[in-house]
C-alpha cells in the first residue's frame, strides 16, 4: 500500500503562493516547537519533526518545489504511489508504465520516465543532526566538535566494491544500463516497459568476488568527528551546512552535507528577540525615588547605568550596542533593560511607623498617576 503523506503546505501550514521567507518562518516556528530537544521521549513530535524537515527540505529548494507543484509527490519521490503488479488496471500495466508511455511522448519527466545510468557519479547523503549551545555561545560564535556516523569509501577496495585483484563485469542483461525493456501487444499497439534488471539488481554490473571489507557497497560506515563553526549571531532553530561532510558519493560523485540545526539554551537573565538583548532588572523604592548608580549584566559583562530620580516601575531603557551581532553582517543590536520597583517584606515596627511618616508627608500631590486613576474612576 502507498504511504500516505499530508500536503508539504499544509505541514507547513502555508499557502501554495506562500514566498520564500514566509515558507522559512512557518519552518522556524514548526521545528521549534517539534524540536527532539524540546520534545524529550516523544514520539509524536518526534515523526512531526522529521515531516517539517521533508517539507521545508522541498518547498525551499525552487527546483524541486517547481516539479512538486506540478506533479505532487511523483515529482520528487519517483518511489512514491509505487504498488504491486498490475496497478489496479485490468489491461496489466502500472505506474511504471505510464512513466514510460509520457516519457516516449514528452521526454521524460513524469514518474520517472527517463531512466539514470546505475553507474553515474551519484552524490552522497546529507547528514542532518542538532546542537545545543548557550546563549553567549549563539551570541559571539563558538567552535563546536561533533561525532557523525556516515559512510566513506571502502579503503581496501577504492570504491568498486570487489576483492583485491578482481574487476566488476558488466551486466550482460542490461548491457550496464541496470534497466530492462519488456515489449508489450496490446489493442492500442506495442509498448515498451522498463523494470530494474533482475541479473545485477539494477545496479548495470555484477561482482563475482566482494570486497570482504565492504561485502561488495564500495562504501564503510565510519565514526568521524567534525569540527563545526557556529557564526556569531545565529539564532534558535537555524542549521548550518558543512560542506562535503555528509556521506560519501558512489561512482565518483560528491559526498553529502553535514546540516547542524541549532537550538539556544534559554538563559536564566536575558531574552532574545532578533539581535536585541531583553531583561529586567529590579530596583527598590529608594532608588527609584532618589536615582542611583546600578550594575546592569551584558552579555559583555557588568555596566555602570545612572537610573534617573523618579523613575516608574517598569520603564525601559536602551544600552546601545549591548546586543547580539547580526549575522554574517555588520554591527550590533542593542540591550532593553526593563526595571520594575521590588516592594520590601517583613518590616519591623520601627521601618513601618517611619515609612507611614513618609506617606503622610509626601500626600497625594506627588502621585501623579494615582490622581489620574481616581478622576477617570469618578466619572
Not at 546592569?296 to 530620580?309: F, H, R, S
Request: aromatic residues 8%; glycine residues 14%; hydrophobic residues 30%.
Amino acid at each position: 500500500m502507498a504511504e500516505q503523506k499530508r500536503d508539504y503546505y499544509e505541514v507547513l501550514g502555508v499557502s501554495k503562493g506562500a514566498s520564500e521567507d514566509e515558507i522559512k518562518k512557518a519552518y522556524k516556528k514548526l521545528a521549534r516547537k517539534y524540536h527532539p530537544d524540546l520534545n524529550p521521549d516523544n514520539k509524536e513530535a518526534e515523526e512531526k519533526f522529521k515531516e517539517v524537515n521533508e517539507a521545508y527540505e522541498i518547498l525551499s529548494d525552487p527546483n524541486k518545489k517547481a516539479r512538486y507543484d506540478q506533479f505532487g509527490f511523483a515529482g520528487v519521490d519517483p518511489n512514491y504511489g509505487a504498488g504491486g503488479a498490475g496497478g489496479g488496471f485490468d489491461g496489466g500495466f502500472d505506474f511504471g508504465d505510464l512513466g514510460d508511455i509520457f516519457g516516449s511522448f514528452f521526454g521524460g519527466g513524469f514518474g520517472g520516465g527517463r531512466r539514470t545510468n546505475p553507474n553515474a557519479p551519484q552524490r552522497g547523503e546529507s547528514i542532518r543532526l542538532s546542537l545545543a549551545i548557550s546563549f553567549e555561545e549563539a551570541a559571539f560564535g563558538c567552535e563546536k566538535e561533533v561525532s557523525v556516523d556516515r559512510m566513506e569509501q571502502c579503503g581496501t577496495c577504492h570504491g568498486n566494491g570487489c576483492a583485491a585483484g578482481t574487476t566488476p563485469e558488466v551486466c550482460p542483461d542490461c548491457h550496464g544500463t541496470g534497466q530492462v525493456q519488456v515489449r508489450r501487444q496490446t489493442p492500442m499497439g506495442v509498448f515498451a516497459t522498463s523494470s530494474p534488471c533482475g541479473r545485477c539488481g539494477g545496479k548495470g554490473k555484477i561482482i563475482h568476488q566482494p570486497c570482504p571489507d565492504c561485502r561488495g557497497s564500495g562504501a564503510v560506515r565510519r565514526r568521524k568527528t567534525i569540527q563545526v563553526s557556529i557564526p556569531a549571531g545565529i539564532d534558535n532553530g537555524q542549521t548550518i551546512s558543512v560542506r562535503g561532510q555528509g556521506s560519501a558519493g558512489k561512482n565518483g560523485g560528491p559526498a553529502g552535507d553535514l546540516l547542524v540545526t541549532i537550538t539556544v539554551r534559554p538563559h536564566e537573565l536575558f531574552r532574545r528577540e532578533g539581535t536585541s538583548v531583553l531583561c529586567d532588572a529590579p530596583i527598590t523604592f529608594a532608588q527609584a525615588v532618589l536615582g542611583a548608580e546600578l550594575e546592569i549584566p551584558t552579555i559583555d559583562g557588568k555596566v555602570k547605568y545612572d537610573l534617573p530620580e523618579g523613575t516608574q516601575s517598569g520603564t525601559t531603557f536602551r544600552l546601545k550596542g549591548k546586543g547580539i551581532p547580526a549575522i554574517n553582517g555588520r554591527g550590533r543590536g542593542d540591550q532593553y533593560v526593563t526595571v520594575y520597583i521590588e516592594t520590601p517584606r517583613n518590616l519591623n515596627r520601627e521601618q513601618k511607623e517611619a515609612l507611614k511618616k513618609f506617606a503622610e508627608s509626601v500626600g497625594d500631590n506627588n502621585y501623579e498617576e494615582r490622581r489620574k486613576f481616581f478622576r477617570k474612576f469618578k466619572k
